[in-house]
């Protein structure tokens, strides 16, 4: 795929614009139902590139789609039973947006970032250097970056306003937010879901290092999963043939052009630099090859 055919922003004339944000543009079908297309676009340091990664939306929306199917039988998901068609009835407005198109059910979504590490990497990694912890979860001594943690732990955030950073929270807080029992399905469903989904991909030669989940209650508050699950952008992935503890891995996600942009005299602020076009094809091959491993999907 090239940047020709790349989307870096749709356009759907026939349907009302609700938001862009940094990737996804959402529209809305009926006071039930909304239309996510997961786009083109990659931001890095909270910046949108002013290029795309050719295919990037369509390899998010595939492995989210994948994940919501094996994650079924644990919890509900917000995908809608709805055909593209009949929301989309141009022919070309439907080729133009590929596989990145998402119908899902208007559900009120939870004001917590469900993140559970199983890796000892980030942000979790400083934490641990300073107190012995982690969001204020004690661990063994000696551990080294990168090791994986005897179980996996919940660490969840509150979901900042735009402009505003996410602020890493104790599962106290979520309890206020949420009430008890709610504040606890959220943990369990969380650590169920990367539990048993990382198992399945550490077979498929990816680590699922950390994630964050998000979810949203129905009018009968029935708790769901939604936006994305387990995708190289909700995730650190590593390929488990290279993972070596003591040293931070190569990973399948955005971090390759993070790592580019250290390099070069930017202040991090809007616009974000021109991408070189080996960068840009080197980032879109580790989205499709996280995407080969984990589905199997030839291309």
């Given at each position: 795929?090239?940047?020709a055919?790349?989307?870096?922003?749709?356009?759907?004339?026939?349907?009302?614009?609700?938001?862009?944000?940094?990737?996804?543009?959402?529209?809305?079908?009926?006071?039930?139902?909304?239309?996510?297309?997961t786009?083109?676009?990659?931001?890095?340091?909270?910046?949108?590139?002013?290029?795309?990664?050719?295919g990037?939306?369509?390899?998010?929306?595939?492995?989210?789609?994948?994940?919501?199917?094996r994650?079924?039988?644990?919890?509900?998901?917000?995908?809608?039973?709805?055909?593209?068609?009949?929301?989309?009835?141009?022919?070309?407005?439907?080729?133009?947006?590929g596989?990145?198109?998402?119908?899902?059910?208007?559900?009120?979504?939870?004001?917590?970032?469900?993140?559970?590490?199983?890796?000892l990497?980030?942000?979790?990694?400083?934490d641990?250097?300073?107190n012995g912890?982690?969001?204020?979860?004690?661990?063994?001594?000696?551990?080294?970056?990168?090791?994986?943690?005897?179980?996996?732990?919940?660490?969840?955030?509150?979901?900042?306003?735009?402009?505003d950073?996410?602020?890493?929270?104790?599962?106290?807080?979520t309890?206020?937010?949420?009430?008890?029992?709610?504040a606890?399905?959220?943990?369990?469903?969380?650590?169920?879901?990367?539990t048993?989904c990382?198992?399945?991909?550490?077979?498929?030669?990816?680590?699922?290092?950390?994630?964050?989940?998000?979810?949203?209650?129905?009018?009968?508050?029935?708790?769901?999963?939604?936006?994305?699950?387990?995708?190289?952008?909700?995730s650190?992935?590593?390929?488990?043939?290279q993972?070596?503890?003591?040293?931070?891995?190569?990973s399948f996600?955005?971090?390759?052009?993070?790592?580019?942009?250290?390099?070069?005299?930017?202040?991090?602020?809007?616009?974000?630099?021109?991408l070189?076009?080996?960068?840009?094809?080197?980032?879109?091959?580790?989205?499709?090859?996280?995407?080969?491993?984990?589905?199997?999907?030839?291309?």
């Amino acid at each position: 795929m090239t940047l020709a055919n790349a989307l870096y922003q749709s356009d759907l004339p026939g349907l009302e614009l609700l938001n862009r944000g940094k990737v996804r543009d959402i529209y809305a079908v009926d006071d039930q139902h909304l239309l996510i297309v997961t786009s083109d676009r990659l931001s890095a340091f909270d910046v949108i590139m002013p290029q795309p990664i050719p295919g990037k939306g369509e390899v998010l929306t595939r492995v989210a789609n994948f994940w919501f199917a094996r994650t079924r039988a644990i919890i509900p998901n917000h995908l809608a039973d709805l055909s593209l068609e009949s929301v989309v009835a141009d022919a070309d407005q439907r080729a133009q947006l590929g596989d990145r198109a998402l119908l899902v059910k208007r559900l009120k979504p939870l004001p917590v970032e469900a993140i559970v590490r199983g890796y000892l990497i980030g942000s979790g990694w400083k934490d641990y250097q300073k107190n012995g912890a982690v969001c204020g979860i004690e661990l063994p001594a000696g551990l080294r970056q990168a090791d994986k943690l005897p179980e996996a732990i919940y660490t969840p955030s509150t979901k900042a306003e735009l402009g505003d950073h996410d602020e890493n929270v104790d599962f106290a807080h979520t309890v206020k937010l949420l009430g008890e029992e709610l504040a606890g399905k959220v943990r369990d469903a969380s650590l169920r879901i990367y539990t048993e989904c990382a198992a399945y991909a550490r077979e498929q030669g990816i680590i699922i290092a950390d994630t964050k989940f998000e979810f949203g209650l129905d009018e009968a508050g029935e708790l769901h999963l939604i936006d994305e699950v387990l995708t190289p952008d909700s995730s650190r992935f590593w390929p488990a043939d290279q993972y070596q503890p003591g040293t931070s891995p190569p990973s399948f996600d955005k971090q390759f052009v993070r790592d580019y942009l250290e390099t070069l005299d930017w202040d991090k602020r809007p616009p974000g630099p021109e991408l070189p076009q080996e960068i840009i094809d080197k980032t879109a091959e580790k989205y499709r090859e996280a995407e080969r491993r984990l589905t199997g999907r030839a291309g």
